[in-house]
């Protein structure tokens, strides 16, 4: 029996759940914003967290700590260089949940993981296509046209 076990196993060996946590975070650090599971986005969220926290700490070892998880040297910088500054005055909540709806296929309950401080960029208007135009034509014409008559060809 599972009594009081925490975490979520995600259909995952440990392994694999590792590199899926990793892989989250380092998109949400990257992009501001991810489209994941309900399950995915509330194990994640502790995780990502625990980066920025390690972020507004700055200094080597938290740098070699946050490595170590998101094993990519840009989305670290990214991390320690504008994330953990954003949210230097904040004592914890860095990320929020936001529920979208059931996925087409299997109604599994999509969220949006986004940092507190993401805006969305906003889209260009979509541009309607124009109606085509009516050709004008001459009033005086407004009958059938009657084909020219054929000159008879001259015989040889």
Do not use: C, W
Request: proline share 10%.
């Amino acid at each position: 029996m599972r009594h009081h076990r925490s975490g979520r196993k995600l259909g995952r060996d440990s392994s694999h759940r590792k590199a899926l946590y990793a892989n989250l975070t380092s998109a949400l650090i990257e992009h501001g914003r991810i489209k994941t599971t309900a399950a995915k986005a509330k194990e994640v969220r502790p995780v990502a967290e625990q980066m920025i926290t390690l972020a507004r700490r700055g200094g080597v070892h938290s740098r070699r700590q946050a490595l170590k998880l998101l094993r990519s040297q840009d989305v670290v910088h990214k991390l320690f260089s504008e994330v953990g500054p954003r949210f230097a005055d904040r004592p914890g909540g860095y990320s929020r949940i936001v529920r979208i709806g059931p996925r087409q296929g299997d109604a599994a309950e999509m969220v949006y993981l986004e940092l507190v401080d993401y805006l969305p960029e906003a889209k260009p208007p979509r541009r309607r296509r124009p109606e085509p135009e009516e050709e004008t034509q001459p009033e005086a014409e407004e009958g059938p046209q009657p084909e020219p008559a054929a000159e008879p060809e001259p015989a040889v």
